[in-house]
C-alpha cells in the first residue's frame, strides 16, 4: 500500500521560555486511505507535531515524507505549494476569511493553485459544499454562519484541491456531539469513498475508537 | 487562474470591507498630490512670470561706452620711470564721448553671429520734460520701434497707442506713464523736452509706456532713433547703446566677454547684471519643493498608520491565507497592492483636484500696477509636474505599505493559530 506520510525520528526542541524537548524521536507512517487519530494528554506535544506535518513548522530535526519525497526545510514558495496541493488543514476554531462569502473561503486554495479555470473551481467548490450539505450557504458571508456550518465549511476548504492527506486539530473539539458526529461521517465517507488519508487528534474517545488507528502521545513520544 | 487577480481580488476585498479608513487614507495621499500640484504650478507661474518681467525687457547682452578713469596713466608710456614705482593720485575719469564709434559695423557683425538672434541700436539722452514753469528731469530712448517690439516685447509695456504709431509719427513719443500722471497729459497732447544744451522741442504723444517698475516709468519715454538724434543735433550714426538677445541665455557670459576685448567697449551679459534675481528663483522653487514633499511625507504616514493597523486586524487572515498555501510574497502582495491601490485612486483624485485648483487660480483677475500684461494670478499647468506629483504619489504609497507588508510576510501563523 502506498505511504502518504512518514515521519522519521522527528525531535523538536522550544529555546523560550526554557529549553523544553517537546518531541522526541517521532517515528510513523500514514498509508493512503488510512483514517487516523491522534490521543494524548493537553500539552503532550500533538498540535506541535501537527504543524509540522502540516510544513508550516520547519523548525525540527529528522525528515518528513510527503508521497515518498523528502519534504524540504527551506523553500518558502515550495513549503507554501506542498500545502496548498497536498494537505488540507482543518483547526478546531473555525478559521475562515469573515468578509468573503463562504463560497469565496472555498474557491480561495484553487484559485491559488491555478490548475483550473475560474468557472471550473467554482463548479469544484460548489460540489465540495453540496456534498457537505450547506450548498444554500454558498453566498452568505462566512461571519454569518453558525459553528457547525463554519468547520464544514473550513473541511470543503481542505477538500477544495483534492489533497493526499487531510490533517485536523480537534475539529469536533468545539461542536456539539450532534455536529461532532456529522463530521466524523464526514470524514468516514471521504476515506471509504475516496481514499483519502485522514490524520485527525481528537479528546474525543468515541470519535478515536471509529478510526482505523488511534497513536497514544505522552510527553512528546509516541506510545502506541 | 492568475496569481495576480486573486492578490488584487484580497486586497480589494479587504479595502472595500474597510472603505471608510481606505477614502481616509486615499484622502491623504488626493490633498499631498492636489497642494503639490497647485502649489508647484502657482510658484514656477509665478517665477516665470517674474522672470519674464526681467528679462523680457532685458537685454541678454547690454553695450555701452562707460566712463570710467583710464586705466593706463601716460606715464606708464615714459620709457625712464618703467623701472620705478609710479603713484598717480586723484585720477580722474577722461572726457570721453558716450557715442559708441561704429556703430553700425558692430551691430552688422553681431547680427550676423550664429548665437545672436538679434542687436539693436539705441539712443539713450538725458532731457528735461518742461510743464509751465517746472522742469523734469528724464531719459529719453530713441529705439527702433518695430524691432524693439519684435525682440523684446516692448508692445506688452504700451499700455495706450502702438509701437507702430510711434514708428510712423514725425517727432512722436511714448512717454512713460509716470510722467503722463506727473504732468497730466494724455495720448494725442504734445510735450515739451528740452535736452541738456538748451533748445526745445515739441513731441506729439503716440501712447503710453509703462514698464511695471514705478521709478523708470516715472523718468523714461520712448521715440524713434531719427526724433532723438535731432533733439540732440547728433547725426544718424550717434549710438549710444546696443542691446543683444540671444537665441541662448546661458551664452551670454562669453560672448559679453568676446565683446568687451573686440571692440574696448563695455558689455554686460544679464547674469552678471541679475545675480540675485536667479537667488531669488531658486529658493522660491525650494520652498514649494520643500513644502510639497512634507505634505506628500505626512499623505505617506497616514498610509503606513492605516495599513499597520489593518494588518493587525488581519491576523487571522494572514494566518489562514499562509496555512492554505499562500506563501508570504504573496501575503506581501496583497498589503502591498493595497497600498499601491489607495495611492492610485488617491493620487488621480489628487491629480483632478490640482488640476481644478489651477484652473481657478488661473481665472482668477489679478490686476496690479507693476504688472501690465497680467490679468489673472499666474499658473504654469506644465503636465510634467502631474506626472512627477502621480509618481510621487505612487512611490511614497510603495513606501508606505512595502515595510507593513513585510511584516505581514514575516508573521509566523503558528503562532496567531495557537494564540486563539
Ligand atoms: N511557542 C512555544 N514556545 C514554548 N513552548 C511552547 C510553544 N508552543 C507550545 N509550547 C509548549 O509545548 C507543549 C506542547 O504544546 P501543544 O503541542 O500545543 O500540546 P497539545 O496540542 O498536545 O495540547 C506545551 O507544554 C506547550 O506549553
Ligand atoms: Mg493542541
Known amino acids: 500500500m502506498d505511504i502518504v506520510l512518514e515521519a522519521k525520528h522527528i525531535d523538536k526542541y522550544f529555546r523560550k521560555p526554557v529549553d523544553f524537548h517537546v518531541l522526541k524521536a517521532i517515528s510513523f507512517q500514514i498509508k493512503k486511505g488510512e483514517f487516523v487519530s491522534i490521543m494524548g494528554k493537553s500539552g503532550c506535544g500533538k498540535s506541535t507535531l501537527l504543524y509540522i506535518l502540516s510544513t508550516m513548522d520547519t523548525d525540527y530535526e529528522g525528515q518528513l515524507y510527503l508521497n515518498g519525497q523528502l519534504v524540504p526545510k527551506q523553500n518558502q514558495e515550495h513549503l507554501a505549494y506542498l500545502r496548498n496541493k497536498h494537505i488540507g488543514f482543518v483547526f478546531q476554531f473555525h478559521y475562515l476569511l469573515s468578509e468573503f462569502t463562504v463560497l469565496e473561503n472555498v474557491m480561495l486554495p484553487a484559485k491559488k493553485l491555478g490548475e483550473f479555470t475560474l468557472p471550473q473551481i467554482e463548479l469544484n467548490a460548489l460540489e465540495k459544499l453540496k456534498m457537505l450539505n450547506i450548498e444554500h450557504l454558498a453566498n452568505k458571508k462566512a461571519s454569518q454562519v453558525s459553528g457547525g456550518e463554519k468547520q464544514r465549511v473550513a473541511i470543503a476548504r481542505a477538500l477544495i484541491n483534492n489533497p493526499t492527506l487531510i490533517l485536523g486539530d480537534e475539529p469536533t473539539g468545539n461542536l456539539d456531539s450532534h455536529n461532532a458526529q456529522n463530521v466524523f461521517n464526514i470524514f468516514k465517507t471521504l476515506c471509504t469513498e475516496q481514499g483519502l488519508s485522514l490524520l485527525i487528534v481528537t479528546h474525543d474517545e468515541d470519535f478515536a475508537k471509529k478510526t482505523d488507528r488511534i497513536i497514544e502521545m505522552e510527553d512528546g513520544i509516541i506510545r502506541s | ?420
Open chain 2, 1 to 420: 487562474m492568475n496569481n495576480w487577480s486573486i492578490i488584487l481580488s484580497i486586497a480589494k476585498t479587504h479595502l472595500l470591507t474597510k472603505a471608510k479608513q481606505t477614502f481616509i487614507a486615499a484622502l491623504g495621499v488626493t490633498f499631498g498630490i492636489g497642494s503639490y500640484i497647485t502649489l508647484v504650478c502657482f510658484m514656477t507661474g509665478l517665477n516665470t512670470m517674474l522672470d519674464n518681467l526681467m528679462l523680457n525687457q532685458t537685454p541678454h547682452i547690454h553695450i555701452y561706452n562707460e566712463i570710467e578713469p583710464s586705466k593706463v596713466q601716460p606715464i606708464a608710456l615714459y620709457e625712464e620711470f618703467s623701472q620705478s614705482l609710479n603713484v598717480v593720485r586723484s585720477i580722474r575719469p577722461k572726457l570721453t564721448q558716450k557715442k559708441i564709434h561704429n556703430a553700425f559695423p558692430i551691430i552688422k557683425y553681431l547680427n550676423h553671429h550664429e548665437q545672436v538672434r538679434r542687436a539693436l541700436p539705441q539712443v539713450k539722452s538725458q532731457i528735461f520734460y518742461m510743464a509751465g514753469s517746472i522742469d523734469i528731469g528724464g531719459t529719453l530712448i530713441g529705439v527702433n520701434p518695430l524691432e524693439e517690439a519684435e525682440f523684446f516685447n516692448m508692445a506688452d509695456y504700451i499700455v495706450a497707442g502702438s509701437a507702430d504709431a510711434l514708428n510712423q509719427t514725425e517727432n512722436g513719443v511714448l512717454l512713460g506713464i509716470g510722467i503722463a500722471e506727473k504732468m497730466a497729459l494724455k495720448v494725442g497732447d504734445r510735450v515739451q523736452v528740452s535736452p541738456v544744451n538748451g533748445s526745445v522741442f515739441s513731441l506729439k504723444i503716440v501712447g503710453l509706456y509703462q514698464s511695471g517698475i514705478a521709478d523708470l516709468d516715472a523718468v523714461q519715454s520712448f521715440t524713434t532713433l531719427k526724433t532723438v538724434q535731432r533733439v540732440l543735433g547728433e547725426p544718424n550714426n550717434y549710438i549710444t547703446d546696443i542691446n543683444v538677445k540671444l537665441y541662448d541665455i546661458e551664452k551670454a557670459i562669453p560672448l559679453a566677454q568676446h565683446i568687451e576685448k573686440e571692440f574696448q567697449l563695455k558689455a554686460i551679459d544679464i547674469k552678471t547684471a541679475n545675480a540675485q534675481f536667479e537667488t531669488g528663483t531658486t529658493i522660491r522653487n525650494l520652498i514649494t519643493y520643500a513644502v510639497s514633499i512634507t505634505l506628500l511625507i505626512v499623505a505617506g504616514f497616514g498610509i503606513y498608520n492605516i495599513l499597520n493597523m489593518l494588518i493587525y486586524e488581519k491576523m487571522n487572515d494572514i494566518a489562514i491565507l499562509k496555512a492554505t498555501g499562500f506563501s508570504g510574497r504573496d501575503v506581501q502582495l496583497i498589503f502591498i497592492s493595497q497600498a499601491m491601490i489607495i495611492g492610485l485612486v488617491g493620487g488621480v483624485l489628487g491629480l483632478l483636484i490640482g488640476w481644478g485648483l489651477t484652473t481657478l487660480i488661473d481665472h482668477v483677475p489679478f490686476n496690479t500696477e507693476a504688472l501690465p500684461t497680467i490679468s489673472t494670478y499666474p499658473i504654469n499647468q506644465d503636465p510634467l509636474y502631474f506626472i512627477i506629483g502621480f509618481l510621487f504619489a505612487m512611490f511614497s504609497t510603495f513606501l508606505a505599505g512595502y515595510f507593513p507588508a513585510l511584516k505581514a510576510k514575516h508573521i509566523d501563523p503558528i503562532k496567531i493559530i495557537r494564540g486563539q
